[in-house]
């Protein structure tokens, strides 16, 4: 596997954690104190995500790292090409 699948696991397990927990990007930031964008940034990879700010979200959420990455080993990659694919069905 690449990094750029790599990547795209893990922030499409973070997508699922949040929607799974009923947390919108907007009141994560609000919690942590980010400005406005900052959690859509990360998941549209506008910005490097770190491991402070993925352990930040996800204690904020509910959801224990080990929980988190075994959730991110589990899913398809699902990559820009595969995204458009299904766009077209």
């Given at each position: 596997?690449?990094?750029?699948?790599?990547?795209?696991?893990?922030?499409?397990?973070?997508?699922y954690v949040l929607k799974?927990?009923?947390?919108?990007?907007?009141?994560?930031?609000?919690?942590?104190?980010?400005?406005?964008?900052?959690?859509?940034?990360?998941?549209?990879?506008?910005?490097?995500?770190?491991?402070?700010?993925?352990?930040?979200?996800?204690?904020?959420?509910?959801?224990?790292?080990a929980e988190y990455f075994r959730l991110a080993?589990?899913?398809?990659?699902?990559?820009?090409?595969?995204?458009?694919?299904?766009?077209?069905?």
């Amino acid at each position: 596997m690449d990094v750029e699948e790599e990547v795209s696991r893990h922030l499409q397990a973070l997508r699922y954690v949040l929607k799974a927990s009923g947390w919108t990007q907007v009141r994560v930031q609000q919690r942590l104190g980010w400005r406005q964008r900052h959690v859509s940034d990360l998941l549209n990879r506008k910005k490097i995500l770190t491991f402070e700010e993925l352990f930040a979200i996800l204690d904020l959420i509910g959801y224990t790292p080990a929980e988190y990455f075994r959730l991110a080993t589990t899913l398809p990659v699902r990559t820009t090409a595969s995204r458009a694919e299904e766009g077209q069905s």
